[in-house]
């Protein structure tokens, strides 16, 4: 059997499908035959799937499928954004404490520990209604500062896994070798012993997106998160249960965006299991 | 035991502690003050608005002031309900989140036992499949896309219950099966792995060689060890639940603290946000604490004292 077998399975394959679709439309959204996202047409308001609209409209009469996939590109975005921001700050933080002596390393490590122990949830829900004031986030920064937030909420499970292997790499053969050999301990960390972290830091940024995705979702569904007129996933399921009543229930509103989300959540997660049996040599057989 | 109850109640103290300091550094860090969006008043009213809320007095004597009212419990008005004071606004949201939270723990929690234990019956089996994906799928979704999901479903399409509303036991149904999801996800699969890994343990080989049904063996030897790993998850199952509070207070109109919450966080109400924040973080310390004094009576080999 090869190595990426676990890769190959249908439900793999059908996730990985899903997942290159979806980054497809949201790098080339502008360039599709779609309505403009922001296109009202007030008289079209509220019409159910059809010939015009794929998958429906919202309120004032906006294509929601073009609404989604431009969405897509915000959604998406945050959770690159916020896995390299986390990619960023974890493996730094956690290479140079398990690369550190033991006094730094149990510093570095208890300040880990102190911001695992804050709700960083709620302080950042905290920092979004603060943040709403200011005049540098209409000027359009409130997206970076978005990205920021997302970033720094989930660096530390990155520092803990980077920070364990890195003290365990630096206790083999090879790494006693090259120090022996006159190689300086900084280039030690950054040229031999991080090379071979790449699988740990991948298995583990396949951990961190869905969640960011996730964060986002939650963020801008409650207001908090990407501003109007700006569009994700998660202020698309806002909309939507704004205008939910027994009346006139549209429910492609509710249901087509919270799918994207879905099978997008679904596809990383078995993506990202898939990726670590592949990767993990202890369940090779 | 005892030292590490007092040495956890002090970290408790210190992480609540830092919670307050570092929302009172963001919100005073913040360009521009709660009323900038408001119409320009004339400078005399802004003085007097500004005395009212003591926000002319230096930094760190309103830092002060903040910390020895909120330590009285009396953490002075509301900015955006100025005749409600912050605490009896929490107050009365708080019995309606604990109901909420308290039935969703104990539901989820009890189901996602027993599909657990029914589960680890027969590993491998077309029921232990399902359990395993539905709990993965379970826990992978946001929650606003399954309680969607089935108030599109139940309330809107079959017109079963209602789609809003927390003060009749119909009302309530939706939203405390929404918010047991995740701790029934959670439980089913801890359990679950705990019974598999444990009945591969000899003290379980050795009570079927008595001739104990595997039942039996499961259910009086293999569970209470299974539990314990779930008794360890009770701080992060809290903290979901919570999270998962303000979607669902949100989504079925139920005005809980979740609700006031966000209503606080989206006009600027800083002290009502600040007193859900720092009720949250005494809310998930206690619980925390309680997780590991439960953990502590579950496993006996904690309670021998170390040589």
Known sequence: ?285 | MTSLLIRRTFASLITVWMVFTISFVIIRAAPGGPFDANRDPPADVKRAIEARYQLDAPLWSQYLDQLGGWLQLDPGPSLRQPDHDVASILGAGFPISLLLGSLALIIGTTVGVLLGILAALRPGSGFDHLVVITASIGLALPLYVIAGLLVLAVSFGLGWLPPAGWQTIPSLILPVLCLSLVPAAQAARLVRSGLIEMSTEEFARTARAKGISPFSVLFFHCLRPALIPLVATLAPTAAALLTGSLVVEQIFAIPGVGMHFIQGALNRDYPLVLGAVLLYTVLLQLLSLLADLLTWMLDPRLREPLQ
């Open chain 1, 1 to 285: 059997m090869s190595r990426l077998s676990p890769l190959t399975s249908p439900i793999a394959y059908l996730a990985i499908g899903w997942l290159i679709v979806t980054v497809a439309t949201a790098l080339f959204a502008p360039w599709l035959p779609i309505a403009a996202p922001d296109a009202a047409a007030p008289a079209a308001a509220w019409s159910a799937p059809d010939q015009t609209f794929l998958i429906g409209s919202d309120a004032l009469g906006r294509d929601l499928l073009s609404r989604i996939l431009w969405g897509t590109r915000i959604s998406l975005a945050c959770a690159v954004a916020g896995g390299m921001a986390a990619l960023l700050f974890g493996v730094s933080w956690g290479l140079l404490a398990g690369g550190g002596s033991s006094a730094r390393d149990h510093w570095m490590m208890r300040f880990v520990d102190l911001i695992d122990s804050i709700p960083l949830v709620f302080l950042v829900i905290l920092l979004a209604s603060v943040a709403r004031n200011s005049a540098w986030v209409h000027a359009g920064g409130g997206l970076a500062l978005f990205f920021i937030i997302l970033g720094v909420v989930y660096w530390t499970p990155m520092a803990r896994v980077v920070r364990g292997e890195t003290r365990s790499l630096i206790r083999r053969e090879w790494a006693l070798a090259a120090t022996a050999l006159g190689t300086p301990p900084r280039r030690l960390l950054w040229r031999q012993v991080l090379p071979n972290l790449v699988p740990t830091i991948l298995v583990t940024v396949t951990l961190i997106i869905p969640r960011v995705l996730l964060f986002e979702a939650f963020l801008s569904f409650l207001g908090l998160g990407v501003q109007a007129p700006e569009v994700s996933w998660g202020t698309l399921a806002r909309d939507a249960f704004e205008v939910l009543n027994p009346v006139r229930t549209a429910w492609w509103m509710v249901l087509f965006p919270s799918l994207a989300l879905a099978m997008t959540l679904l596809s990383l997660n078995i993506v990202g299991d898939a990726l670590r049996t592949a990767l993990d040599p202890k369940q090779q057989r």
